[in-house]
């Protein structure tokens, strides 16, 4: 609980600096004198002081919900990642690869549940981009994650890094692009992030929040960089493998979650958002065929090393 509260924090005041760095932005730079310490507290007391609107013709429950649902799969998603070596894991599961994969789906819903809710049509136009995109890139996250459960011979996360060698990091690497690509799709991060289009949309499915449950959305997209990178980090990084495992292999995990987490924001920065018919050709045409690519090569492997 700890962790789930203050590294999605460190990973939004990262992405302040990162990007007022990369873009010469004033205000992360500076607010509160040294370094802008002050810009994360600036922004959760201007989303405390705003005023919490629910419209007049959304359905209250629902539209009341969708935060907690977009933001609770992502804690629950934590329990089953491990730290390190032995039995630093919240719960070691049989099939954790299925159980993490189908937890972070679940959090896509409150996109839709709020899209919908909302009783605004630039809402539902986004949840509905939403929806496609899960559709899309769902399948490849699989099939590259099935490639690493298919290598190691179980769908348990600690089991996958018990069997984990430094040399699977050249072969695996086509699955690992291809899972961090379209898990950076599920989380609408640029340049995919078509549903929430500020430009054409207005935020998509969260026009009409306001106040703590808009920042309730904007926490869950940085708890579910947080999940991303630390699944990536375990199943195709090594996780807590390297030089000192034993006792500093927490630490790993930590450095390598916290590289790719950067990697997340250098790609907001430095790319322009998608066109849909080029967020859906990607999908298709590029990262199911790779996907399966990457299957192939792994039976092959398999079988060679049998």
């Given at each position: 609980?700890?962790?789930?509260?203050?590294?999605?924090?460190?990973?939004?005041?990262?992405?302040?600096?990162?990007?007022?760095?990369?873009?010469?932005?004033?205000?992360?730079?500076?607010?509160?004198?040294?370094?802008?310490?002050?810009?994360?507290?600036?922004?959760?007391?201007?989303?405390?002081?705003?005023?919490?609107?629910?419209?007049?013709?959304?359905?209250?429950?629902?539209?009341?919900?969708?935060?907690?649902?977009?933001?609770?799969?992502?804690?629950?998603?934590?329990?089953?990642?491990?730290?390190?070596?032995?039995?630093?894991?919240?719960?070691?599961?049989?099939?954790?690869?299925?159980?993490?994969?189908?937890?972070?789906?679940?959090?896509?819903?409150?996109?839709l549940m709020g899209g919908?809710?909302?009783?605004?049509?630039?809402?539902?136009?986004?949840?509905?981009?939403?929806?496609?995109?899960?559709?899309?890139?769902?399948?490849?996250?699989?099939?590259?994650?099935?490639?690493?459960?298919?290598?190691?011979?179980?769908?348990?996360?600690?089991?996958?890094?018990?069997?984990?060698?430094?040399?699977?990091?050249?072969?695996?690497?086509?699955?690992?692009?291809?899972?961090?690509?379209?898990?950076?799709?599920?989380?609408?991060?640029?340049?995919?992030?078509?549903?929430?289009?500020?430009?054409?949309?207005?935020f998509g499915a969260y026009?009409?929040?306001?106040?703590?449950?808009?920042?309730?959305?904007?926490?869950?997209?940085?708890?579910?960089?947080?999940?991303?990178?630390?699944?990536?980090?375990?199943?195709?990084?090594?996780?807590?493998?390297?030089?000192?495992?034993?006792?500093?292999?927490?630490?790993?995990?930590?450095?390598?979650?916290?590289?790719?987490?950067?990697?997340?924001?250098?790609?907001?920065?430095?790319?322009?958002?998608?066109?849909?018919?080029?967020?859906?050709?990607?999908?298709?045409?590029?990262?199911?065929?790779?996907?399966?690519?990457?299957?192939?090569?792994?039976?092959?492997?398999?079988?060679?090393?049998?």
């Amino acid at each position: 609980m700890a962790a789930f509260m203050v590294l999605p924090l460190l990973i939004g005041q990262t992405e302040h600096k990162v990007m007022g760095h990369m873009q010469a932005r004033v205000g992360p730079i500076y607010a509160g004198a040294f370094h802008g310490w002050a810009q994360l507290v600036a922004d959760g007391v201007k989303f405390a002081q705003k005023e919490d609107v629910v419209p007049a013709g959304a359905d209250r429950r629902i539209f009341k919900l969708a935060p907690a649902i977009a933001l609770i799969p992502y804690l629950v998603v934590l329990i089953a990642i491990p730290v390190g070596p032995g039995d630093q894991v919240g719960r070691a599961i049989d099939a954790g690869v299925l159980f993490v994969l189908a937890v972070m789906g679940i959090g896509v819903l409150g996109s839709l549940m709020g899209g919908w809710a909302s009783a605004n049509k630039y809402s539902l136009l986004g949840s509905l981009r939403t929806a496609a995109q899960l559709m899309s890139y769902e399948l490849p996250m699989l099939l590259a994650a099935a490639s690493v459960a298919m290598a190691a011979g179980t769908l348990s996360l600690p089991g996958i890094l018990g069997q984990w060698e430094a040399w699977w990091l050249p072969w695996q690497a086509i699955g690992g692009v291809v899972f961090f690509t379209a898990g950076l799709a599920e989380l609408q991060r640029p340049p995919f992030d078509m549903p929430v289009a500020d430009s054409e949309i207005i935020f998509g499915a969260y026009t009409e929040y306001t106040g703590l449950r808009f920042a309730l959305f904007l926490l869950a997209e940085y708890a579910g960089i947080l999940v991303l990178c630390a699944l990536t980090t375990v199943l195709f990084l090594g996780g807590w493998h390297g030089p000192g495992s034993e006792h500093f292999g927490w630490l790993w995990t930590l450095v390598k979650t916290g590289i790719l987490a950067f990697v997340v924001i250098w790609l907001r920065v430095s790319y322009p958002r998608l066109r849909e018919d080029q967020l859906q050709k990607l999908a298709w045409t590029g990262l199911i065929p790779l996907a399966l690519a990457q299957l192939v090569l792994t039976g092959v492997v398999r079988v060679a090393i049998a």
